[in-house]
């Protein structure tokens, strides 16, 4: 496809279960980005990769969260024992290039976690 | 830290109406400055963007006008549609060390009537 993916959709856990959410980006994108928004707020920096490298994760809430981007393509963000607290929207966003200057960043339609 | 305040909505108008959503902003040095849309069921997109001051983004009929001296970035439209109504987020560029992240506003939900 020609934009960001993201499954599931949409994704039900009880608390205390781990959950795997996954991004395919945009074919060639060196960068790639995770985001948290919670209901009602703007969306908030989780997680940077570039490539495979994973350059900045000052965003995670807790070491329950952790990404990866093993072949610096799809990334996985996974949630381990979740907590009520965790019910977001979680979406990726990938950009063309990497580095200090500006790169647009294409978002995905996220996937609306629910912790019950 | 750097920050980003729009106003709250809803924002309800009828259609031909003009629009304004404030924005104002804090940061250290000169970020980009951003407007994204997010329309029901949609990922967000990048609406229009401004990257010096001075600078006016624009599309879509969209406009906004990075203004230093004011820290502020608001939107405006001279006429809205009922497709317009979304939800509307501003956002600044942070830079860090080898990357550029995003920081966004809450939010403002607009919705325009027939």
């Known amino acids: 496809g020609a934009g960001v993916s993201q499954s599931p959709r949409y994704k039900v856990a009880k608390r205390g279960q781990d959950v795997a959410l996954r991004c395919d980006p945009i074919?060639?994108?060196?960068?790639l980005f995770w985001y948290q928004q919670a209901l009602g707020q703007g969306p908030e920096f989780l997680t940077y990769f570039q490539n495979e490298a994973q350059l900045d994760k000052s965003g995670l809430p807790s070491d329950r969260f952790f990404a990866e981007r093993p072949e610096g393509s799809v990334s996985t963000l996974k949630i381990q024992r979740t907590q009520q607290e965790d019910s977001a929207v979680y979406l990726c966003?990938?950009?063309?290039?990497?580095?200090?200057?500006?790169?647009?960043?294409?978002f995905g339609p996220g996937t609306r976690l629910t912790v019950l | 830290g750097n920050s980003v305040t729009q106003m709250e909505g809803p924002v309800t108008l009828s259609e031909e109406a003009f629009l304004t959503i404030n924005c104002t902003y804090t940061?250290?040095?000169?970020?980009?400055l951003f407007w994204y849309v997010q329309y029901p069921g949609e990922g967000l997109q990048l609406l229009l963007k401004a990257t010096k001051a001075d600078d006016k983004g624009s599309n879509k009929g969209f406009e906004a006008t990075y203004r230093k001296e004011t820290t502020s970035f608001h939107l405006e439209k001279g006429s809205v549609q009922v497709s317009d109504s979304a939800v509307y987020f501003c956002?600044?560029?942070?830079?860090?060390?080898?990357?550029?992240?995003?920081?966004f506003g809450t939010g403002t939900r607009l919705l325009v009537s027939p």
């Open positions: 956002a600044l560029s942070e830079r860090n060390t080898g990357f550029q992240k995003l920081v």
């Open positions: 966003a990938s950009s063309l290039g990497g580095g200090a200057s500006y790169n647009e960043q294409f």
């Open positions: 940061a250290t040095g000169y970020p980009s």
């Open positions: 074919s060639g994108h060196v960068s």
